[in-house]
């Protein structure tokens, strides 16, 4: 069975004063079974790495470069999430592909990079709303795993996200049917890519997770756990969302 993981993105919020989220997270309650991933704006990496210490949170940066270091203004390398205390890194979120142009191949390029420095990958993928109402969310999401997941002997340190892009910060989510039948082939392409350690992968729901609708999420097939935006920013709507997975 892959592990169960709760992760947060922060994207562009969050400051010191957020930090006591994270107090409040793991007061909420024990979630055994579950792996708990922040990722907070780049700024607060360092600040949250060392303010959880030994406790059972990640932190993880938003996104690396591809290079290991170089001439790249305003941009992170993946070493320097590592030496800031950053164990995951999530990669190819839609909001890159959107606002800063990255392709598939920037972002399996990155993915490599990811893996040298030794991070965890949380690897995006997901259909826009033109592409879900053209009905060819599989061939997308296929499309976009075939380009940007690299051929690797790490695959243990690999998680993919599904993110419908239409569902992201709308409330809205595809049905469950819908959502099992991504999830299936994101697992028959990580078995192909990856032989039996394809099964370990875990593969995450992300989009409008929210307290009300993340125990249903959760008892659809090959969901392994939730990228989580919004929800993520504050324990009271976070915690719920990771007992439900621990439940799961
Ligand atoms: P929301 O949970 O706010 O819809 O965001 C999802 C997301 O983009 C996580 O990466």
């Known amino acids: 069975m892959p592990r169960k993981i709760a992760a947060g993105n922060w994207k562009m919020h969050g400051d010191g004063a957020s930090l006591a989220e994270i107090d409040a997270l793991l007061d909420a309650q024990p979630a055994p079974g579950v792996d708990i991933v922040i990722c907070p704006p780049a700024t607060l990496i360092h600040r949250m790495a060392s303010h959880i210490g030994a406790r059972p949170i990640a932190v ?25 205390g950053a164990t995951h890194v999530i990669l190819g979120h839609s909001e890159r592909r959107a606002d800063h142009g990255e392709s598939d191949a920037m972002i399996r390029a990155q993915v490599e990079t990811a893996l040298a420095a030794g991070l965890n990958v949380i690897l995006c993928v997901g259909e826009t709303e033109a592409q879900y109402k053209a009905g060819i969310t599989q061939d997308i999401v296929s499309d976009q795993l075939a380009q940007a997941l690299p051929q690797t002997d ?67 097939a090959n969901v392994d756990g939730a990228l989580v935006g919004g929800a993520s920013l504050s324990a009271a709507a976070f915690s719920p969302i990771i007992a439900a997975l621990a439940n799961a």
């Not at 070493?79 to 800031?84: D, K, Y």
């Not at 409330?171 to 890519?193: C, K, N, Y």
């Open 60 to 84: 993880g940066g938003q996104s690396c470069h591809a290079a290991a270091k170089g001439a790249h203004t305003g941009d992170i390398a993946a070493s320097m999430l590592v030496e800031a």
């Open 154 to 220: 790490m695959p243990a340190r690999i998680t993919i996200a599904y993110e419908p892009v239409w569902a992201i910060g709308t409330g809205l989510v595809p049905q469950d049917h819908e959502i099992a039948a991504v999830h299936a082939t994101i697992r028959a392409i990580s078995l192909r890519a990856f032989g039996t350690a394809g099964a370990e992968v875990a593969i995450l729901y992300g989009g409008s997770v929210k307290p009300e609708n993340a125990a249903a999420i959760f008892a659809i």
